[in-house]
């Protein structure tokens, strides 16, 4: 039996290349004919490690609000921005980025000051600086839901995300 060696410049060659083809894998599928900032469908193929990130929270923003009031961790805008800066940070830890979601779940609390309506336009204005950029176009499948209350009295905003590490 003859044994064939594989140099290593072309073995470290051919595990680049399919480290890069691994990467481009799941495919986000776009809805037609919109420009709204989510995947219609994401596909993952099997074999790939999946990322379940708990639901994220805001943090406090304003330390002389009243705690537990919606001043406290501001509008939802602001909420957003804040729990999708600590997912980024969450998945950083883990050697992923925003990039590698591809599923979200969003809880919504009725704003007050929107006639106990969730505000998805800010949450829409907070989302977008994250999603659907020139730096990061990735889109995740996602649903956005409207819940009677969260766990501290001023949270508006939790997110949950599953990524795929590439």
Same mark, same amino acid.
């Given at each position: 039996?003859t ?8 073995l470290?060659?051919?595990?680049? !290349?399919?480290? /890069?083809?691994? $990467?481009?894998?799941?495919? =986000?599928?776009?809805?037609? /004919?919109s420009?709204?900032?989510? $995947?219609?469908?994401?596909e993952?193929? $099997?074999g790939?490690? #999946?990322?379940? @990130?708990s639901?994220?929270?805001? &943090? +406090? ?7 537990g &009031?919606?001043?406290a961790? %501001?509008?939802?805008k602001t909420?957003?921005? &804040? @729990?999708?800066?600590s ?11 925003? %990039? ?8 919504? *609390?009725g704003?007050?000051?929107k006639? *106990? ?11 977008t600086?994250?999603?659907? #950029?020139?730096?990061?176009?990735? !889109?995740p499948? =996602? &649903?956005v839901?409207? @819940?009677?209350? !969260? +766990?501290a009295?001023?949270? !508006? +905003?939790?997110?949950?995300v599953?990524?795929v590490r590439?």
């Amino acid at each position: 039996m003859t044994k064939m060696r594989i140099p290593a410049a072309a073995l470290a060659a051919a595990l680049l !290349l399919a480290g /890069n083809a691994t $990467a481009e894998e799941v495919i =986000r599928h776009k809805t037609p /004919n919109s420009d709204f900032p989510i $995947a219609r469908a994401v596909e993952v193929p $099997a074999g790939k490690t #999946t990322v379940y @990130v708990s639901g994220a929270v805001p &943090s +406090v923003v304003d330390e002389k609000a009243d705690k537990g &009031s919606i001043a406290a961790y %501001g509008n939802t805008k602001t909420q957003t921005e &804040s @729990v999708l800066k600590s997912i980024d940070k969450t998945l950083a830890d883990l050697g992923l980025k925003m %990039g590698d979601v591809v599923k979200m779940q969003v809880f919504l *609390v009725g704003d007050p000051d929107k006639g *106990v309506k969730m505000d998805f336009g800010g949450f829409m204005e907070g989302y977008t600086q994250f999603f659907g #950029t020139k730096e990061q176009p990735n !889109l995740p499948a =996602r &649903s956005v839901m409207q @819940v009677a209350g !969260l +766990v501290a009295p001023g949270w !508006l +905003v939790e997110i949950e995300v599953t990524a795929v590490r590439p």
